[in-house]
Antibody, heavy 120, light 107 residues
Framework: QVTLKESGPVLVKPTETLTLTCTVS??????????VTWIRQPPGKALEWLAH???????SYNTSLESRLTISKDTSKSQVVLTMTNMDPVDTATYYC????????????WGQGTMVTVSS | AIRMTQSPSSFSASTGDRVTITCRAS??????LAWYQQKTGQAPKLLIY???TLQSGVPSRFSGSGSGTDFTLTISCLQSGDFATYYC?????????FGGGTKVEIK
């Protein structure tokens, strides 16, 4: 079964660093053209793309958030990690990881999402 | 970054209606356009990619068209399970961007 699952803290304090992990199963992060993206969605608002890591380990970031984001992967653990520094209450959102497949450059598979609240 | 503008932002419709949602890109994106459906409390689901290719398992009442900057998602005969929010997304270039969403509500 092909799945992605996000994990991380439910609550973080302002100024703290958020670390989220996306654990994939049923496919390899080293597969050609397979990539993983992070997307977030504040309550009641639209989707916002954050960062992407390609199969060759190249990375791309949302230009507005680039200074705060780092994406990385551990192929042996089938995990993709996103860190976001200097968290603020406006970063409260559901965070999703999603896959771009070998034949489809759109997001063909999504995790269930993890809700992160930023509050003191 | 390429801006994706969807219209309308929301509307009401009845089961059986034919509905169309529009997505406009701020610059040409060829056919690198996807549509997603998101139901309340769920992750988005890929419906259409490459403007008009139905993802496996998606009913044929969904269709997509367009190229360049103007795109449409059409649902030919709205079913009860289609009441949801729909998002377009360009993957022509990074940074990737989504439209603001269109919520389809029951009339």
């Amino acid at each position: 079964q092909v799945t992605l699952k996000e994990s991380g803290p439910v609550l973080v304090k302002p100024t703290e660093t958020l670390t989220l992990t996306c654990t994939v199963s049923g496919f390899s992060l080293s597969n050609t053209r397979t990539g993983v993206t992070w997307i977030r969605q504040p309550p009641g608002k639209a989707l916002e793309w954050l960062a992407h890591i390609f199969s060759n380990d190249e990375k791309s970031y949302n230009t507005s958030l680039e200074s705060r984001l780092t994406i990385s992967k551990d192929t042996s653990k089938s995990q993709v990690v996103l860190t976001m520094t200097n968290m603020d209450p406006v970063d409260t959102a559901t965070y999703y990881c999603a896959r771009t497949g070998a034949a489809i450059d759109a997001f063909d598979l999504w995790g269930q999402g993890t809700m992160v609240t930023v509050s003191s | 970054a390429i801006r994706m503008t969807q219209s309308p932002s929301s509307f009401s419709a009845s089961t059986g209606d034919r509905v169309t949602i529009t997505c406009r890109a701020s610059q040409g994106i060829s056919s690198y356009l996807a549509w997603y459906q998101q139901k309340t409390g769920q992750a988005p689901k890929l419906l259409i990619y490459s403007t008009s290719t139905l993802q496996s398992g998606v009913p044929s009442r969904f269709s997509g068209s367009g190229s360049g900057t103007d795109f449409t998602l059409t649902i030919s005969c709205l079913q009860s399970g289609d009441f949801a929010t729909y998002y377009c997304q360009q993957y022509y270039t990074y940074p990737l961007t989504f439209g603001g969403g269109t919520k389809v509500e029951i009339k």
